[in-house]
Structure formats: structure tokens, C-alpha cells
């Protein structure tokens, strides 16, 4: 039985550049770096996927982390309100 063959980070992004320029076919490019056509389709597809991700910046990610705090803030002055409301009743017996 054949194992199967695991390939890095650096060799698939190698490979589906190669694809994304388009000078070589995916024949071409399949029997340059042994791998199988659909292989290559598969990395090229992700590849191009991810380029939206890798040029939507620090302004999505900071606009998470700033909706994150608020959320957690609104709770503590959920909680801080409540345990201020309960105290006050319990000393004005």
C-alpha cells in the first residue's frame, strides 16, 4: 500500500502561482512538478480564493475585535447595573 504524499505551504503556493500566471498548461505544469492536474486545479482555486482575504487588511479584523469589546462591555454594565440595583435594595431596609 502507498502512502500518501504530503506537500508544503511554500511547494503548493509554488505551484498554483505557476497556475495562476498561466504560461505553462496544467499538463505542463503536472508533469514538471509530478503532481495531478485536478491537485493543481484544487491549489490554483484556493489560491484565488484567498487573495480577497490577504487584501482585506487591519480594518475587518480591527472592526471584529471593536464589536467584540463593545459586546463585552455592554455586559459589565448589564452586570454592574443589576448587582447596583440589588445592593441598594438590600440597604434601604
Known amino acids: 500500500m502507498v502512502s ?4 508544503t505551504a511554500e511547494f503548493k503556493s509554488k505551484v498554483a502561482l505557476a497556475a495562476l500566471r498561466e504560461e505553462h498548461t496544467l499538463a505542463e505544469l503536472s508533469a514538471k512538478y509530478a503532481v495531478h492536474p485536478n491537485m493543481i486545479r484544487n491549489w490554483k482555486r484556493q489560491a484565488a480564493d484567498g487573495l480577497a ?41
Open 4 to 7: 500518501r504524499r504530503k506537500f
Open 53 to 93: 482575504g490577504l487584501f482585506a487588511g487591519k480594518g475587518d479584523k480591527q472592526a471584529g475585535i471593536v464589536q467584540t469589546e463593545i459586546k463585552d462591555l455592554h455586559a459589565k454594565i448589564g452586570q454592574l447595573t443589576i448587582e447596583n440595583d440589588f445592593l441598594s435594595k438590600a440597604f434601604k431596609r
